[in-house]
């Protein structure tokens, strides 16, 4: 193949490879409309509530109605708080038991919000637990060379800060996926999720260390562990499946055989260009979200120019986007607004990367391509206005669209055409055959 100058040519070879193999398994219906989630914050492992039940009930309704992110990722609803590991997934007492956490659901519901919960239980459990000794839990513990168990200590202070705790923290054990008691306990989990409303879980952490030595759980010593947990994430998707297949699995990994188990991703954080490769490499894969942290616009540009949705983490989870970043918060509804306006293209639309277009005076931009419909998504992601001249090839004779934040879709009548962008401004140029 001859010297192409950029990396599409050698991703599209692989794309076309690991699409051979792999079998991509359908979201469910609702998130055919996917734009992201905002994430909040129950209670800390240290007992600090940020959110209980009715207070999240409250604050997202009213984030939704104007952000339009009407999926809640609550993280922290059980006894211990977030990242406690705990073997008990009961709502949590102080939060308002398991009456005020069916009453948030309903009113979420109501609202057309869904709610998904973050989740250790798929490969960790907290071992200072009472139940952990109580139930014999250690029997399916994943065992190092010398038969320890595998052990994780959660080791932040905060959520904002990263600083180091010093103090006292939950230490995880790590379960065996290939013991099938272990997978029954975490299959009637499941269950109970779904009987108590639960319309989804982040599989955190998702995948497993290298190797299990145990010798007592059936498989040999040293087992890998990587083609085991895919199995059980198999079973587990489809007990959910047949229990509600509009229950959804999301999981914290991009590994590219969990797009048979999973229906979203929680990879991205902030999405550099090892994102934008792999993105190019799987075009059809939407269900993703860039990190959005507090007054990051230009966040919310990139997520609209890879065409996958924002995930809000606002005050390191502590609150939400319009409680404390209001216009963010109106910013990213007036996006939501535009991708749902057009959601083959900008919401389901493939990711094209750079090719089939351009720009000049330094704007970056990337296009999305959905049946003959094409978006040329323009950004500046400087803090000085730009000029650019923007260039989409192979659209002769369709409708030119061309949409900006706050004013609107406009009719265009020929390309190349120049474009003012403001500091940290998109605009979306869209080429359409009706
Ligand atoms: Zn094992």
């Not at 997978?183 to 409303?197: A, P, S």
């Not at 590994?255 to 260009?273: A, I, K, N, Q, S």
């Not at 659209?395 to 406009?410: I, N, Y």
């Amino acid at each position: 193949m001859p010297h192409a100058g950029q990396w599409h040519s050698g991703a599209e070879e692989f794309s076309a490879y690991r699409h051979q193999s792999i079998v991509i398994s359908p979201p469910p219906r609702w998130m055919d409309g996917f734009v992201g989630w905002s994430e909040i914050l129950g209670k800390t492992y240290l007992g600090e509530v940020f959110h209980d039940f009715k207070h999240c009930a409250d604050e997202s309704i009213r984030d939704a109605q104007v952000s339009g992110l009407a999926l809640i990722f609550y993280y922290g609803h059980t006894n211990i708080g977030a990242e406690g590991a705990d073997y008990d997934q009961s709502p949590a007492v102080d939060l308002g038991g398991e009456a005020g956490f069916k009453t948030m659901l309903d009113r979420l519901h109501r609202a057309g919000c869904r709610v998904m919960l973050l989740d250790h239980l798929h490969r960790w459990i907290n071992s200072e637990a009472p139940q952990y000794a109580a139930d014999g839990l250690s029997r399916y513990a994943v065992r190092d060379q010398s038969g320890k168990p595998i052990e994780a200590r959660w080791w932040k202070e905060t959520f904002l800060s990263c600083r180091r705790l010093a103090g006292p923290t939950p230490v995880w054990h790590e379960m065996c996926p290939f013991c099938r008691p272990w997978l029954d306990v975490y299959l009637r989990h499941v269950t109970t999720m779904i009987e108590r409303g639960v319309d989804g879980l982040e599989l955190d952490t998702l995948l497993p260390i290298d190797a299990c030595y145990s010798a007592h759980h059936g498989h040999e010593v040293g087992a890998k562990l990587l083609p085991v947990k895919l199995e059980f994430l198999r079973a587990v998707r489809a007990h959910a499946k047949a229990l509600n297949p509009e229950f959804a699995i999301f999981g914290e990994a991009t590994f590219p055989e969990c797009r048979e188990h999973l229906d979203g991703y929680y990879p991205h954080r902030f999405v550099d260009e090892n994102g934008r490769i792999y993105r190019y490499t799987f075009p059809e894969l939407t269900q993703q979200a860039v990190r959005v942290g507090n007054y990051a616009y230009d966040a919310v540009n990139k997520a609209l120019s890879l065409g996958i949705g924002v995930e809000t983490e606002i005050q390191g989870l502590r609150t939400t986007t319009l409680r404390h970043c209001p216009e963010l918060a109106r910013y990213i509804g007036e996006v939501n607004r535009f991708k749902r306006k057009h959601p083959e293209l900008l919401i389901r639309g493939a990711f094209r990367d750079t090719v089939g277009a351009s720009a000049g005076g330094g704007a970056l931009w990337s296009v999305l391509e959905a049946d003959g419909a094409k978006a040329l998504v323009l950004r500046n992601a400087t803090s000085k206005p730009i000029n650019t001249r923007a260039r989409l090839d192979g659209v002769d004779g369709q409708r030119l669209v061309l949409w900006r934040p706050f004013k609107g879709e406009k009719a265009l009548r020929r390309l190349p055409v120049n474009i003012h962008l403001g500091p940290y401004e998109p605009a979306v140029l869209m080429a359409m055959s009706e």
